[in-house]
């Protein structure tokens, strides 16, 4: 149901939580945006609607006449509003995981896809300075041949999760990211979870992988830690990138160019410390970036957002790793499209 018209384009949100109002604030200050409206059954008891109608149904706020909604609700319901928008013509920006399940993210891709809708998922790391920075430095090719990818998401337990565990909440964003800045999909994925705070989902989880052109992947993602860490580092032929996305900092270690004089060493081919980079990086809000390229994409002036159909891949391997944790055997995805090779 596209409305647009001088103004701008019309945006609703859905849930009105501890991302929703993150969202509410950016919305009601995106420049060719005109915030509508906010569903959420509680109402605004927090005072976080920035003034915007706040509506009981996800059917008042289609019948305001809206281009696009953004989806904060909790994950399982991610798939009945979204299909809900699909059927009335109305784009979606939907946090991240696009799903609870993979069928639902299936549903989800077909529902937009088909009727041509523009739609994007919330992997609000796409958007970090230092990922984005690393990931052009990536392609124009300045590590040479990638190695591997590291990644480790530690923190307390954040209060605000309740319907999903570590993999699906945490977990998520690390699978996107390293599919996203690498180029490749994975192929293989092996994990072990545990589960310590008393709660029925998974609080730990530490993963193997290995990308389509045989990249390896590891992952340590926790909430039991006191220490708040979100750590990426990609190692290749000319040296390592690490990124700290907390402070949306990233460093180069350069592989210096200096022969070796010890006889016994010289048979292996290792690196030598070289210099040390940290790169000056313009540091705007990930939030905002989303945002506005979300925005664009709706406007048809932009495609860089998360599709659905990617989305859908990262809750395929997010699945594939709580498989992996609960048979303990290495789950095989195929690299083509992000799907088990049974179909799955």
Known sequence: MSTQ?????????????????HHARVLAGLEGVDFVGVVDPMGDKNGWAQGAPVLAEVDQLI?????????????????????????????????????????GARKL??????????????????????????RLRLEAGELGDVYQVVTRRQGPFPHRIAD???????????????????????????????SKSGRAHEDMVSAVGQL???????????????????????????????ADTLTADLTFYSNAALATE?????????????????????????LLVEHELFRDAVLGKSDDICTLREGMR???????????AASGVTVALDGADGTVPDGR
């Open 212 to 242: 389509s052109d045989g990249t390896m992947v590891n992952h340590l993602v926790n909430w039991l830690s006191p220490m708040k860490e979100r750590f990426t580092s990609v190692t290749g032929e000319r040296g390592c990138f690490i």
């Open 109 to 134: 891709v077909e529902a937009f896809e088909s009727r041509g809708l523009v739609a994007g998922v919330g992997h609000i790391e796409r958007c970090n300075p230092a990922l984005r920075s690393l």
């Open 5 to 21: 018209g001088a103004a701008g384009l019309r945006a609703g949100l859905i849930g009105l939580g501890s991302m929703g109002r």
């Open 262 to 286: 010890w006889e016994a060493l010289q048979a292996f081919r290792g690196v030598a410390e070289g210099d040390m980079i940290r790169y000056a990086i313009p540091k705007r809000e990930p």
């Open 314 to 324: 990262t809750v395929v391997v997010a699945a594939a790793v709580l498989e992996s």
């Open 63 to 103: 019948e305001l006449g809206v281009d696009y909604a953004v989806i904060a609700c909790p994950t399982a319901l991610h798939e009945e509003v979204g299909l809900k928008l699909a059927a009335a013509g109305v784009g979606a920006l939907i946090e991240k995981p696009v799903a609870d399940t993979v069928e």
């Open 164 to 194: 999903v565990g570590v993999v699906k909440d945490l977990a998520t964003h690390d699978i996107d990211l390293t599919g996203w800045v690498t180029g490749q999909r994975y192929t293989s994925i092996a994990a072990r979870t545990v």
